[in-house]
């Protein structure tokens, strides 16, 4: 599962993308301008970001070279209706790593986004793996396994385990489960988180000796090794 940006002011066609990358099981956010879009790519972290040539507020090449400037060297694919050898030259010199002119197929844009999502990454970039004890939550194969076991999970149960190992050793709130991994900026009043818990416990630590996720009453969730 990649964790993809889109920067697109098109609303019908940033849907499209996002539809089509969520059933690929990627997480798709979405900016709708080019200063919401560089302020989310520099809060992140995500393993590609999909930027429109010309954008509301700050043009896509603006945002792409203040990313580089201020460090940030996620993979970027600029979509442009502009398709002279001159604009994908200063699209590429401003930092973007891929050109895909307009009108595009969806199935060439998956593989140009997937083949940038396996390139090494530079030093400080987010990571693909995450390893709390002997439990390894791979990103890009959509994997997990404790030890030697393999376990599957479904898309919601993957994210939310991967967001809780990004922020392993860390009590992280419901209010931060609910918008970071149900995009919910609201209280459903619900038992979603609940349950989801519930499935994720019985698959990454019933079977095991030491169990990982751990509930802190009043407070929230964490995942970390057990005290020895």
Not at 203 to 210: A, E, Q, T, V, Y
């Amino acid at each position: 599962m990649l964790r993809i940006l889109i920067i697109e002011d098109d609303a019908e066609a940033a849907a499209y993308l996002a539809k089509g990358l969520s059933e690929l099981g990627h997480v798709a956010d979405r900016a709708a301008d080019g200063e919401a879009g560089l302020e989310q790519a520099m809060s992140g972290p995500y393993d590609v970001l999909i930027v429109d040539r010309m954008l509301p507020k700050r043009d896509g090449l603006s945002v792409i070279s203040t990313l580089r400037a201020s460090g940030n060297h996620t993979p970027v694919l600029i979509l442009s209706a502009l398709g002279q050898v001159d604009d994908r030259v200063k699209g590429l010199k401003a930092g973007g790593d891929d050109y895909l002119p307009k009108p595009y197929a969806f199935t060439e844009l998956q593989a140009r986004v997937e083949a940038l999502a396996r390139r090494p990454k530079a030093s400080g970039e987010v990571e693909t793996t995450y390893q709390v004890g002997d439990l390894v939550l791979d990103r890009l194969a959509h994997s997990c396994r404790r030890g030697e076991v393999e376990i599957p999970l479904q898309p919601r149960e993957f994210r939310l385990l991967e967001y809780l190992m990004q922020h392993a050793g860390q009590v992280v709130t419901r209010t931060m489960l609910l918008e970071n991994v149900w995009e919910y900026h609201f209280d459903p009043q619900t038992n979603v988180i609940d349950v989801h818990i519930s499935r994720l416990r019985s698959k990454i630590d019933k079977d095991f000796d030491k169990p990982l996720l751990q509930t802190i009453r009043g407070a929230g969730y964490t995942i970390r090794e057990p005290a020895r």
